[in-house]
């Protein structure tokens, strides 16, 4: 499985993006795939996750309200719909699939595939 996100970019503080995830080869009904970020100074952290089959979803705390994150199961993409931007969301934003979607789901070190990373910097 490869994992293809798209360009993140430049946006003002309040404004919205829509990154998204491809996966090359086939996530089955109970795999998983999640949103993680790094600031700059900072460490990886858990952004959002959702399970392929139900589509259940999870997001932190700080992105609560604002995010969303959601599939397309015929495209094999999932998309993160982060609105209400504030400056403290800069971060490279990376996406991660994990073939069985079992335990926390919020640790990095537990998923078997990464995409490339893509930034986002929100400022005025």
């Known amino acids: 499985v490869q994992l293809q996100a798209s360009w993140g970019g430049l946006v003002q503080p309040g404004g919205s993006l829509r990154p998204s995830c491809t996966a090359s080869g086939l996530i089955y009904s109970g795999a998983g795939m999640a949103w993680f970020r790094q600031g700059p100074g900072k460490e990886r952290e858990f952004v959002a996750r959702?399970?392929?089959?139900?589509?259940?979803?999870y997001l932190t705390d700080s992105v609560k309200g604002r995010f969303t994150i959601s599939r397309d199961s015929a495209k094999n993409t999932t998309y993160l719909q982060m609105n209400r931007l504030r400056p403290e969301d800069t971060a490279v934003y990376y996406c991660?699939?994990?073939?069985?979607?079992?335990?926390?789901?919020?640790?990095?070190?537990?998923?078997?595939?990464w995409g490339q990373g893509t930034v986002v910097t929100v400022s005025s």
């Open positions: 991660a699939a994990k073939i069985l979607f079992n335990g926390n789901n919020q640790r990095p070190i537990e998923y078997d595939y």
């Open positions: 959702i399970s392929w089959g139900a589509g259940i979803t």
